[in-house]
């Protein structure tokens, strides 16, 4: 994705930059102006499920900061979505006041929640995750977590700003299970805090009521598993080239005729990518803007030119 012009413009005064592709937030942000008090109708979802832990931080955190959250996410793990949508009867159940289960993908809960429980007014803000697992560089436009902020941006009508977040499991080789699941969750109670961080300093950037993001914009924002004291800052960067992970898929030895999927996590390559794939890997907190236009940069659209030449109908 190459970010254009009038988006970049939009961004930089959004986000006050210190430096090309450098935000003037950390962890900890403190605004200078304080207009973030409004309370704000915000749409929670995520592609794991509606219980996990990082959707669970997320809703802790906006209900803890006065927001007004509805919680509808997948009833069971919806991971690789993409932005699908189901299109045949969906299933809601209520497990609480303002948190639903829906049988669909994380792109149906969106436009399924902003329908049924937003029916009057559209919500202010789409956030889904906290994601289990990274989605940076091509894993980016599989990821059921992105996919639920590009029904928000392109197929909501209108559009909704909209904040995908995702982070690497915190775990630790030679730790027990008990203390690997205790740093897994203090790391997300951690990462949910930096987003409420995020969207307080959008709404101290639109004093005057208006759209926390440029129209048909979401944010693609990955957060690094490494100790707090261990984030380099935050970054606004391209989406990057290099792949984190490979996917193949190897026959069932007790399922002939079924294939099995077999997930590699990939090292960094920073030779090939200078985009979020390796900002992420060197313990920036990364922001892609995006607004799921799976157009061509122009150069790579002239090189295509010559293909057309006499072809008729």
Request: hydrophobic letters at 40%; glycine letters at 6%.
């Amino acid at each position: 994705m190459t970010l254009k012009p009038t988006l970049l413009k939009s961004l930089f005064v959004l986000f006050t930059l210190l430096s090309p592709w450098t935000l003037l937030i950390t962890p900890s942000v403190a605004n200078a102006e304080q207009c973030n008090e409004k309370q704000l109708d915000i749409l929670l979802t995520n592609d794991d499920g509606y219980d996990k832990p990082g959707i669970q931080a997320l809703h802790r955190v906006f209900k803890q900061a006065g927001h007004r959250v509805i919680l509808a996410a997948p009833a069971k793990n919806a991971s690789g979505s993409s932005a699908s949508v189901t299109f045949a009867a969906v299933k809601v159940t209520q497990a609480e006041p303002d948190v639903y289960a829906i049988h669909g993908s994380p792109a149906t809960t969106v436009l399924l929640g902003v329908s049924a429980f937003f029916a009057n007014n559209p919500p202010d803000l789409v956030i889904s995750g906290i994601n289990k697992g990274a989605n940076l560089g091509p894993a980016t436009p599989v990821s059921g977590t992105v996919g639920a902020t590009v029904a928000a941006i392109l197929i909501s009508q209108p559009a909704i700003p909209a904040i995908a977040i995702s982070t690497d499991p915190f775990s630790r080789d030679g730790n027990s299970d008990d203390e690997n699941r205790k740093a897994d969750l203090e790391h997300l109670d951690r990462v949910a805090v930096f987003v409420s961080a995020l969207v307080a300093n959008l709404q101290n950037q639109h004093c005057d009521g208006s759209a926390l993001l440029p129209e048909k914009v979401a944010l693609n924002v990955n957060y690094p598993p490494v100790p707090h004291n261990q984030i380099k800052g935050v970054r606004l960067r391209e989406q990057g080239k290099a792949p984190h992970f490979s996917i193949n898929y190897v026959a069932s030895k007790k399922d002939p005729g079924s294939y099995l999927p077999h997930l590699k996590v990939l090292p960094p390559n920073f030779d090939k990518d200078d985009g979020d794939t390796s900002a992420f890997h060197q313990g920036y907190i990364t922001i892609v803007p995006i607004d799921a236009d799976y157009t061509a940069n122009n150069s790579t659209i002239m090189k295509i030119v010559p293909v057309l030449q006499g072809l008729k109908p």
